[in-house]
C-alpha cells in the first residue's frame, strides 16, 4: 500500500509528513533550514530510507517557497491555503477561521460558501522572524522568552509592524528597570495585536478559531495572549496536535480528495453514456412497438436520469465554488503585491 509524504517549505522551516493510507500520522518533522530549502528536504527524505525502503510513494509539496523546488524536482505542487483548507476541513470540520503563524508570514482563513485569505504583505513584523529579533533584543532564547511571559504581571503597549519600532519601544522599559517577563509578555501580545487588527480588516473574528504554524504551536504565552484577546473558551480556540506541519498533512488529504473526483468523473461519464443509450432505446421502442415497452424499466430509466441530473449539479455547483476561491484567492494575492 502507498505511502504519502507531504512537504510544507515555508520561509524559515521544512515541514515533512508520512501518512499512511488511513491517515495514520508515521513520520512528522520540523525544520529550520536556514535558506537551504532543498539540502534540508532532501536530508530529511534520506533519513527516511528505513520507513520507506521497497514502499511505494505518492509526494506532494506545498509552503510558500515549496514552488520552486517542486519545479526543479519535477514534483506536484499544492497552494498552502488549499492545503490547509483541506486538512482543516477532514480533521476539524466546523472550523470558522484559521489564524497560522509563520517564520515571515501571518495569515488568516475565513470559511464559509468561499475561502477568504487575509494575508500580511512584505513585512515580516507579528511573524516567528518578529519574535526571534526580540528574543535577540532580549538576550534570551525563543523558548526563555516564551517561559519569560507565562510569568507576566502587566501588558506595555509595543508596536509588532517593524522591529525598528519595536525596538524603541522596548529599550526604554528595560532602561526604567521594566521586568523582562513583562516585556516578554508584551512582544507576544504585540503579535496577536498586529495579527487581529491587520488582518481581519474589519470582519469580526468568531465562532470555532484553529491556531496553526509553528510559533502557535511551540510557545504557550503567544497561545494565551491570543486566548484571552479573543476572549475564547477551550471549545472554541483549537489547537491541532500537530499544527505546525498542518498544511504538509493538508497537501496530500487535497490531493487525495483530488484523485477521488477524477475515478468520480470516470465513474460518471459511463454511466451519462448508459443512461442515454437505454433512454434512446426507450423511446425508439415507445414509437415502434409502444405494445412491447415495458413499463418497470422505463420507470427505472427515469429515475436513473433523475439521479444522474442530481450528480451533475452537484459537481457543477463544486466546480463552481472552487473557482469563486480561486478568484477571491488570486485577488488577495494580487492586491497584496501591489
Known amino acids: 500500500m502507498a505511502l504519502r509524504i507531504g512537504i510544507d517549505i515555508g520561509s524559515t522551516t521544512v515541514k515533512v509528513v508520512v501518512l499512511d493510507a488511513q491517515n495514520k500520522l508515521?513520520?512528522?518533522?520540523?525544520?529550520?533550514?536556514y535558506s537551504k530549502t532543498r539540502e534540508r528536504t532532501c536530508e530529511t527524505l534520506r533519513g527516511l530510507r528505513g520507513l520507506?525502503?521497497?514502499?511505494?510513494?505518492?509526494?506532494?509539496i506545498t509552503g510558500s517557497a515549496g514552488l520552486g523546488v517542486a519545479k526543479a524536482a519535477g514534483l506536484d505542487f499544492v497552494q498552502e491555503v488549499y492545503a490547509t483548507a483541506a486538512a482543516v476541513r477532514e480533521f476539524i470540520p466546523g472550523t470558522d477561521a484559521v489564524i497560522e503563524l509563520g517564520g515571515e508570514d501571518a495569515k488568516i482563513i475565513f470559511f464559509g460558501n468561499t475561502l477568504e485569505e487575509r494575508m500580511n504583505g512584505s513585512c515580516a513584523g507579528g511573524t516567528?522572524?518578529?519574535?526571534?529579533?526580540?528574543?535577540t533584543l532580549l538576550n534570551v532564547s525563543v523558548d526563555e522568552l516564551d517561559e519569560l511571559s507565562l510569568r507576566h504581571e502587566k501588558i506595555y503597549p509595543i508596536a509588532s509592524r517593524c522591529g525598528v519600532f519595536a525596538k524603541s519601544d522596548i529599550?526604554?522599559?528595560?532602561?526604567?528597570?521594566?521586568?523582562?517577563?513583562?516585556?516578554?509578555?508584551?512582544?507576544?501580545?504585540?503579535v496577536v495585536?498586529?495579527?487581529?487588527?491587520?488582518?481581519?480588516q474589519g470582519r469580526e473574528l468568531k465562532g470555532t478559531i484553529v491556531f496553526l504554524g509553528g510559533p502557535l504551536h511551540?510557545?504557550?504565552?503567544?497561545?494565551?495572549?491570543?486566548v484571552e484577546t479573543l476572549h475564547l473558551d477551550q471549545d472554541h480556540a483549537i489547537f491541532p496536535e500537530d499544527g505546525?506541519?498542518?498544511?504538509?498533512?493538508?497537501?496530500?488529504?487535497?490531493?487525495?480528495?483530488?484523485g477521488k473526483w477524477v475515478w468520480a468523473g470516470i465513474g460518471l461519464q459511463l454511466c451519462t453514456g448508459y443512461t442515454v443509450a437505454y433512454?434512446?432505446?426507450?423511446?425508439?421502442?415507445?414509437v415502434t412497438a409502444p405494445s412491447t415497452l415495458n413499463v418497470g424499466a422505463a420507470v427505472a430509466g427515469l429515475i436513473a436520469v433523475l439521479i444522474m441530473a442530481a450528480v451533475i449539479v452537484c459537481m457543477v455547483h463544486r466546480t463552481n465554488r472552487k473557482i469563486k476561491e480561486d478568484y477571491a484567492l488570486a485577488g488577495n494575492q494580487a492586491a497584496m503585491s501591489r
Open 279 to 286: 433512454l434512446v432505446y426507450t423511446i425508439g421502442t415507445l
Open 171 to 190: 529599550q526604554p522599559i528595560l532602561n526604567q528597570g521594566g521586568r523582562k517577563e513583562d516585556v516578554a509578555a508584551s512582544i507576544f501580545q504585540a
Open 193 to 200: 495585536d498586529q495579527t487581529v487588527a491587520g488582518l481581519t
Open 244 to 258: 505546525d506541519c498542518f498544511a504538509a498533512i493538508g497537501a496530500m488529504n487535497s490531493e487525495m480528495k483530488s
Open 52 to 60: 520507506l525502503g521497497g514502499q511505494q510513494v505518492q509526494l506532494l
Open 218 to 226: 511551540f510557545l504557550a504565552g503567544l497561545r494565551q495572549r491570543f
Open 26 to 33: 508515521l513520520f512528522r518533522s520540523y525544520e529550520r533550514h
Open 128 to 135: 516567528g522572524a518578529f519574535i526571534d529579533q526580540m528574543a
